[in-house]
């Protein structure tokens, strides 16, 4: 999965989050559904590992963190730059522009991007 993909993936994460707490605001003894897009995702873009029956604890552990890392070092990245940008408007006072705005722009930046890549590519 592609870097752009990953972000509109975690923005639509983040967008179901902010959902989620709304309805837990107006109805605190209400259950709040959850769509499962984490599961999914993870799903998705976690790599299936093979371990050899006789592998030690250690070689365990370094070949999961070798197939596992760079997908988590992806989805942390995602979130982390995500969390940035939403602060980063909230560090700056700009109370006209909500939540749901920041997270709306970085999702159509990523769809840009998208589409600026499918020109190149046809070039």
Known sequence: MEQREIMQRVVGIL???????????????????????????????LPR?????DATPIEVAAVVGQE????????????A???AQLAEVHDEGHTEVSSADVL????LHFEHEESDESDESEE
């Open 104 to 107: 709306r722009s970085i999702a």
């Open 15 to 45: 967008t179901e989050a902010l959902e989620m707490r709304r309805q837990a605001r107006e109805n605190p003894d209400g259950e709040i559904e959850n769509s499962g897009a984490v599961g999914a995702m993870l799903e998705e873009m």
């Open 68 to 79: 596992l890392g760079p997908v988590i070092e992806q989805i942390t990245s995602a979130f």
């Open 49 to 53: 590992i093979e371990i050899p029956s």
């Open 81 to 83: 730059l995500s969390f």
